[in-house]
C-alpha cells in the first residue's frame, strides 16, 4: 500500500507541471470578422443588346462586421478607385444588374461601345467597404449618330451651271465609338421629302462621317426625293449606322435635320427657239422664232445664220428663258468654233463663219452644239431604225436580215412592217445590240404607246405586239412622241431597195452597212442619203450583188435620172454622183418612172 501511494504522489505533480507548461504555450484564437466580395464566377461580360433586361452580372457578399442593413454598390475604371461611382445599393448580401443598366453605367465610366474596357467594383457598408472584383466588359452602342453639320437653317439653290462644284457637305459624329475603334460601322445617309417619314428614302452609302454632293448629283437626288423643279421645297436627311452583327444587325438612326433646296429642272423642253440678228429669218422678236424640235435627246434643224448674235429660249415669246454662251459653256457643252461669245452685255452666240445655211444640232447627251451642211428633205437623229425580234416576221433574233424602218419626216420614222405575236426591239445602229431602245425606255419619256404594243416583260423589257398577226404601217413619231400602227400603206415590188458603193457615204462597197431606200408609197423608194462624187449601185436584195441594177438598165427601161446622176463608165456602169456632196432625199419612183435628188 505504501509503494502505491507515492506513485499516486508522483503521478499527481506530474499532471500539475505539465498543465502549467501547456498555459504558458498554446494561445486559442478565433478568425478576425471580414467583410468580403466573393470573386465573380465569369470576369468577360458581352452585354448583348437583344437581350436587355437579361442579368449582367451578379455579386454576392459575406459581412461578418455586421456593418449595416443597407449596402452601396461601388464602379471604378481603376483599382485604387480614384473616381468611383455608385451604381447600385441593397440590403441583402448580392446585387443583380441588368444589360441595359450596366451598358449605359459603362459607356459613362469612359468605356467605348464594342471594345473591353475592365471596371472594378466593391460594396462599402458605412465606414467598411470590402475588397473589390474586377470584370472585363464589352458594352454596345446606345446614343444615335449625331449629324453636326448642316442645320435646319440650310438653305439651297442648286444651280446648272456648276454642275461639278460641291453643293451639300454632311458630317456627324458617333458619340459611343473612340477614334480607335475596331468595330466597322457602315454609315449611310437617307433623304426624304418632309413629312413623308423616309417612306421612299433615298440613301447614299459613304466611307467614313461625312458625305457630299456635287450640283448635279444633288439635283438628281432631290427630286428622285419628291422635291418639285424651280421651287423651293423641304428635304429631311439623316444618317442610318449599322453594325453587323450573329445575332441580328443593329441599326440607329440620328435625328433629322430638314433643309430647305430648290432643284433645276432636267426636263427638255420639246423645243428650242432661236431669236436674234444673227438668225437672219428671225430677228430680236418673237413674229418667226427658227424653231428647233427635239428628236431623242437633240435638238436640230436648218437655220439661216449671219455675222451677228443670237440666243437659244426655251420657251416662245419669254426672254427670261434664254441660254446664252457661258450658260451652255459651263454646263460642258463643246461649241462649234464659228460660235463665240458676242460679248455684248448678255453674253449672246455670235456667228463668226460664212453666212449661209447650216444645219444646226444641240446635242445634250453628248453636250455638243455643231454646224454642218444644211440638210434637204426630212430631219431625223438616224436615218433609219433596225427592228430585230421573232415579232419582226422578216427580221428574228439576229441581224441577218434586220427591217429598216426609214426616216419619213421631221424626226418621223415609218414603214410597212410584218408583224406576228412575239417579242422585239429597236435598234439605231445595225448589228449593234448596244443600241437597242425597250418599251420602259420610250414609256417613260413620255411616249404614247399604240395599245396593240405592251411590255413583253421578258427579262429584256423588249415590246411584244399583241394584235392580229399581218403587215401594218408602223410610225415611230419622236416630235409628238408617238408610236402607232395602222394599215398598210405601200405597194411596192420590194420593201426597200438597198444602196451599195463609195459614192454612198455611209455603205461604200460592201455589205456590212448598206443604205435601205424604203418604200414610202405605191411604187416609190424614197429616204435620205449622204452622197459624195463617186459610183454606187442599187440592189433589190441585201447581201445579194446579184440583185443590183445599174444605170443603163433604168435609162433602158425609160426613167428620166436627175442630173446630178450619171453613168459611172467604171465597167459596171454604175450610177455617178456629179452634185455637191451632201445629204439629199433620193428618190426611185416605179410609177411615173424618175429617179430624183432634192
Request: net charge negative.
Amino acid at each position: 500500500m505504501k509503494i502505491n501511494k507515492i506513485t499516486t504522489l508522483i503521478l499527481s505533480l506530474f499532471l500539475v507541471f505539465t498543465a502549467c507548461d501547456t498555459d504558458d504555450g498554446l494561445v486559442l484564437t478565433e478568425p478576425d470578422a471580414s467583410f468580403k466580395l466573393l470573386e465573380p464566377t465569369a470576369s468577360n461580360i458581352n452585354l448583348n443588346y437583344n437581350l436587355p433586361n437579361n442579368p449582367a452580372f451578379t455579386i454576392v457578399w459575406e459581412d461578418q462586421l455586421s456593418s449595416g442593413d443597407s449596402y452601396m454598390i461601388e464602379l471604378s475604371s481603376d483599382s485604387e478607385f480614384d473616381s468611383s461611382t455608385v451604381i447600385g445599393s441593397s440590403t441583402t448580401d448580392s446585387f443583380t444588374m441588368s444589360v441595359a443598366e450596366f451598358n449605359n453605367i459603362v459607356l459613362g465610366a469612359g468605356g467605348d461601345a464594342f471594345e473591353p474596357f475592365a471596371v472594378y467594383i466593391r460594396v462599402t457598408a458605412g465606414a467598411n467597404s470590402s475588397n473589390s472584383v474586377s470584370f472585363s466588359v464589352s458594352s454596345y452602342s446606345e446614343a444615335p449618330p449625331v449629324i453636326t453639320s448642316p442645320d435646319n437653317t440650310f438653305e439651297l439653290v442648286l444651280l446648272e451651271t456648276t454642275p461639278e462644284e460641291e453643293a451639300i457637305a454632311i458630317s456627324w459624329d458617333d458619340p459611343d465609338f473612340g477614334a480607335n475603334s475596331s468595330v466597322t460601322v457602315n454609315y449611310e445617309v437617307q433623304f426624304a421629302q418632309a413629312g413623308t417619314d423616309f417612306a421612299s428614302a433615298i440613301t447614299e452609302s459613304t466611307d467614313g462621317m461625312s458625305f457630299s454632293s456635287s450640283h448635279e448629283a444633288f439635283n438628281e437626288l432631290v427630286l428622285n426625293a419628291g422635291l418639285t423643279a424651280e421651287e423651293a421645297g423641304s428635304l429631311d436627311i439623316r444618317v442610318k449606322a449599322t453594325i453587323e452583327m450573329t445575332a441580328g444587325n443593329m441599326e440607329r438612326f440620328s435625328d433629322v435635320v430638314t433643309i430647305t433646296a430648290t432643284p433645276f429642272s432636267v426636263e427638255l423642253a420639246p423645243i428650242l427657239y432661236v431669236v436674234g440678228a444673227g438668225a437672219v429669218d428671225a430677228g430680236w422678236d418673237w413674229t418667226t422664232p427658227v424653231e428647233l424640235p427635239l428628236q431623242g435627246n437633240t435638238y436640230s434643224g436648218n437655220i439661216n445664220l449671219i455675222n451677228d448674235a443670237f440666243r437659244f429660249f426655251t420657251v416662245a415669246s419669254d426672254w427670261d428663258s434664254g441660254l446664252n454662251y457661258p450658260y451652255y459653256e459651263a454646263v460642258g457643252y463643246t461649241i462649234d468654233t464659228e460660235l463665240v461669245n458676242a460679248m455684248d452685255g448678255d453674253s449672246n452666240f455670235q456667228f463668226t463663219g460664212t453666212p449661209g445655211q447650216y444645219f444646226i444640232q444641240i446635242n445634250t447627251a453628248d453636250k455638243t452644239i455643231t454646224l454642218g451642211p444644211p440638210v434637204v428633205g426630212p430631219n431625223c437623229n438616224f436615218d433609219q431604225l433596225w427592228l430585230v425580234g421573232a415579232g419582226i416576221v422578216d427580221a428574228g433574233w439576229a441581224w441577218d436580215t434586220p427591217v429598216a424602218l426609214p426616216c419619213t419626216g421631221n424626226g418621223t420614222y415609218s414603214g410597212n412592217v410584218a408583224l406576228t405575236n412575239d417579242a422585239f426591239r429597236f435598234f439605231s445602229v445595225n448589228n449593234d445590240w448596244d443600241t437597242g431602245t425597250n418599251y420602259p425606255t420610250y414609256e417613260g419619256n413620255g411616249y404614247t404607246i399604240d395599245s396593240n404594243f405592251n411590255n413583253a416583260m421578258d427579262g429584256d423589257s423588249n415590246f411584244y405586239f399583241n394584235g392580229t398577226p399581218g403587215t401594218y404601217f408602223l410610225t415611230v413619231d419622236d416630235i409628238n412622241k408617238t408610236i402607232t400602227l395602222g394599215p398598210e400603206e405601200l405597194e411596192c415590188e420590194f420593201e426597200q431597195l438597198w444602196l451599195v458603193g463609195a459614192g454612198v457615204v455611209d455603205a461604200g462597197w460592201a455589205w456590212d452597212t448598206p443604205v435601205a431606200l424604203p418604200c414610202t408609197g405605191a411604187g416609190i423608194y424614197s429616204g435620205q442619203v449622204a452622197l459624195t462624187n463617186d459610183a454606187f449601185r442599187f440592189f433589190s436584195v441585201n447581201s445579194d450583188w446579184d440583185s443590183g441594177t445599174n444605170y443603163p438598165t433604168y435609162e433602158g427601161n425609160g426613167y428620166t435620172i436627175d442630173s446630178d446622176l450619171i453613168n459611172a463608165m467604171d465597167g459596171d456602169s454604175n450610177f455617178y454622183f456629179d452634185g455637191t456632196p451632201g445629204t439629199y432625199t433620193l428618190t426611185v419612183d416605179t410609177g411615173n418612172l424618175t429617179i430624183t435628188v432634192e
